[in-house]
């Protein structure tokens, strides 16, 4: 997979691409993930890549012309260009399998007030990782791009992700390590028991009991 990332702020992938999970993929040639400087793209004598908003306002907005010719530059017949903006599809794990099927992501992040209506008309999808507002789409698009590549096959053990928190609809199970008695809090015997069939047991238990208490609404789900 090859990931496109379009942001003013190129420095804030420094440490995503250079640490841990992610780094080893790159090393690993799972994916290939190219940070844009959007202002390498303006045209603007001064590079600039946002203005004032036609009809007032307070706040700057993105351009379209740095935004389109990055796209245009980057895009393949085989590309999905996602824009990043709280007024997108909530993103969820479901998504993020989702798009381990495509060969070739651009992800653009927004800034400042607002970008130009217009670029929507680029972006093959819109997301929004939560009901709330950052200063940029940068932090959402390291969320879809490690969400994703820790998806990617011989990225970390299948085992690892198949027992996230959100498959089957239910939140992770609790695990342990060493000590086996820490301040007086006890592992769980049946963890040590050896016995899988009881472990499996235990684990499905507590996952759904957590669930019940903090996500009700996941059981409900029909996906
Ligand atoms: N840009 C600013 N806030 C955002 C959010 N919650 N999701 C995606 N992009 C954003």
């Known amino acids: 997979m ?3 990332i379009l942001t003013i702020f190129p420095e804030m992938f420094d440490g995503f691409k250079n640490t841990s999970i992610i780094k080893r993929a790159i090393e690993k040639e799972k994916v290939i993930i190219d940070i844009h400087d959007i202002r390498k793209y303006s045209k603007d004598p001064h590079k600039r890549v946002d203005d004032y908003g036609y009809g007032g306002g307070k706040g700057m907005v993105l351009m379209p012309q740095p935004i389109f010719d990055a796209v245009d530059d980057l895009k393949t017949e085989n590309s999905k260009v996602i824009l990043m903006t709280p007024q997108g599809f909530k993103y969820n794990q479901k998504l993020a399998y ?3 099927n495509e060969k070739h992501l651009i992800l653009i992040c927004g800034h400042y007030e607002g970008f130009d209506e217009r670029i929507r008309t680029l972006a093959d999808m819109e997301i929004s990782i939560g009901d709330y507002v950052l200063t940029g789409g940068e932090l959402p698009s390291m969320v879809i791009a490690d969400s994703v590549v820790r998806l990617l096959d011989g ?10 928190s959100f498959n089957n609809n239910l939140l992770d199970y609790p695990v342990y390590t060493k000590p086996l008695d820490f301040r007086g809090m006890k592992v ?3 963890l040590t028991s050896g016995h899988h069939a009881n472990i499996e047991k235990f684990r499905h238990e507590e996952a759904l009991k957590k669930t019940k208490m903090r996500r ?6 029909d996906e």
């Open 2 to 4: 090859k990931i496109d």
């Open 98 to 100: 989702d798009l381990t």
């Open 155 to 164: 990225v970390i053990e299948k085992q690892s992700h198949e027992n996230d």
């Open 188 to 190: 769980p015997e049946v």
């Open 216 to 221: 009700p609404d996941l059981l409900e789900r």
